[in-house]
């Protein structure tokens, strides 16, 4: 039993950092639940309940999103497989998600800039 509760609390935190991510990529993008649900054949509710992390989605379900989106699943599930000992990534990320959708634009363009050099 003890194992069960384990994996079901993995899962959980697995969900949740899948939905904060894909709803992360989407305001980047300036796209809509709306607009997103309807080109990856998901209803607006589902796709809100995958955003705070309360469903699981399937692999199928995961890819189509992403492409609805134009980022790479890979993407969704970084944060489990780089090193962010210092925390600096997501600390800018909070900062961006406060932005007006106006605003992340410019600071993603900003930081394309940067690092271009």
């Not at 079901?8 to 305001?27: C, D, E, L, W």
């Not at 589902?46 to 790479?72: H, M, Q, W």
């Not at 210092?86 to 410019?106: A, M, R």
Request: net charge positive.
């Amino acid at each position: 039993m003890r194992r069960k509760k384990k994996e079901t609390a993995k899962i959980k935190m697995i969900n949740k950092v899948v939905g904060r991510n894909f709803r992360k990529y989407r305001r980047v993008a300036g796209l809509t639940q709306e607009s997103i649900a309807e080109k990856a054949n998901v209803t607006i509710e589902y796709l809100s309940k995958l955003e705070n992390g309360t469903y699981n989605a399937r692999v199928t379900t995961i890819i189509d999103l992403c492409r609805a989106v134009s980022i790479t699943p890979t993407l969704l599930l970084a944060d489990f497989f780089t090193d962010k000992s210092n925390g600096i990534s997501e600390v800018i990320f909070e900062e961006v998600d406060k932005l007006t959708l106006e605003d992340q634009k410019l600071a993603l363009d900003f930081i394309k800039r940067l690092a271009r050099g």
